[in-house]
C-alpha cells in the first residue's frame, strides 16, 4: 500500500498565527483529500485535491502530483481550527491510505 | 442533502458477542467504505461497497464481514468480538467527484 507521511505531528500555535501542513506520499496517487477530526470523531471533508491548488476561506491547499505531495495552509488561525489533520491518497480504486495525523492545538 | 448517517453512535459489547453497525450513504452515492480508527493502528480500510458488491477488501481476520443493500445501505458486522475491537468504526460514501464523505462514526467498546 501507499505509505502517507504527515509532518509535524503536533503543532501549537498561538491564535492569530499561519501554518502549513505536509504531506508526503510513497507512490503516486490520484486521488487526495484532506480532513479535519472534530472532537466528537468525526472526519470533516476539506478539500479533494488530486493536483493544483484550492482555497475555502482561511484554508488552502497544494498538491503537486508529480513530487507526490500535499500541503495545507492555514492562515489567521482561531481555536476552533483545533484538532487533527489528516490527508489521505488513494492510486487505483477507491482505497485511501491514511497518515497519521498533525495534532494542532491554538491557544488563544 | 443529508449527510453520511451512522448508527448507533455508541456500543458496549462483551468480548465474544457480535456487532452490525449501520451507515446510510448520501443520496446518489453507490459507494460505501468502512474504516477502524484506533489510536495505535490510526485508521486503517476495511472494505468498500459499490452496487452490492464488495469491491475492495482490507487486511483484516474473517470476523469482519459487510455487505450492502440495494438502497446503497452498508451494515458492517464484527463475530467473536475481542478487546481489540475497540475503536470508532467510520463509513464514508463517495461519489467520483469530490471524494469521501464520512459519518459521524460508531464508537465500540468491548469489554
Known amino acids: 500500500g501507499i505509505q502517507v507521511e504527515q509532518s509535524p505531528p503536533d503543532l501549537i500555535l498561538q491564535e492569530g498565527a499561519n501554518s502549513t501542513l505536509r504531506c508526503n506520499f510513497s507512490d503516486s496517487v490520484n486521488n487526495l483529500q484532506w480532513f479535519h477530526q472534530n472532537p466528537w470523531g468525526q472526519l470533516i471533508n476539506l478539500f479533494y485535491i488530486p493536483s493544483g491548488t484550492k482555497q475555502n476561506g482561511r484554508l488552502s491547499a497544494t498538491t503537486v502530483a508529480t513530487e507526490r505531495y500535499s500541503l495545507l495552509y492555514i492562515s489567521s488561525s482561531q481555536t476552533t481550527d483545533s484538532g487533527v489533520y489528516f490527508c489521505?491518497?488513494?492510486?487505483?480504486?477507491?482505497?485511501?491510505?491514511f497518515g497519521t495525523g498533525t495534532s494542532l492545538t491554538v491557544i488563544p | 442533502k443529508a449527510g453520511v448517517t451512522q448508527t448507533p453512535r455508541y456500543l458496549i459489547k462483551t468480548r465474544g458477542q457480535q456487532v452490525t453497525l449501520s451507515c446510510s450513504p448520501i443520496s446518489g452515492h453507490r459507494s460505501v467504505s468502512w474504516y477502524q480508527q484506533t489510536p495505535g493502528q490510526g485508521l486503517q480500510f476495511l472494505f468498500e461497497y459499490f452496487s452490492e458488491t464488495q469491491r475492495n477488501k482490507g487486511n483484516f481476520p474473517g470476523r469482519f464481514s459487510g455487505r450492502q443493500f440495494s438502497n446503497s445501505r452498508s451494515e458492517m458486522n464484527v463475530s467473536t468480538l475481542e478487546l481489540g475491537d475497540s475503536a470508532l468504526y467510520l463509513c464514508a460514501s463517495s461519489s467520483t467527484s469530490y471524494g469521501y464523505t464520512f459519518g459521524s462514526g460508531t464508537r465500540l467498546t468491548v469489554v
Open positions: 489521505a491518497g488513494a492510486n487505483t480504486g477507491n482505497q485511501f491510505y
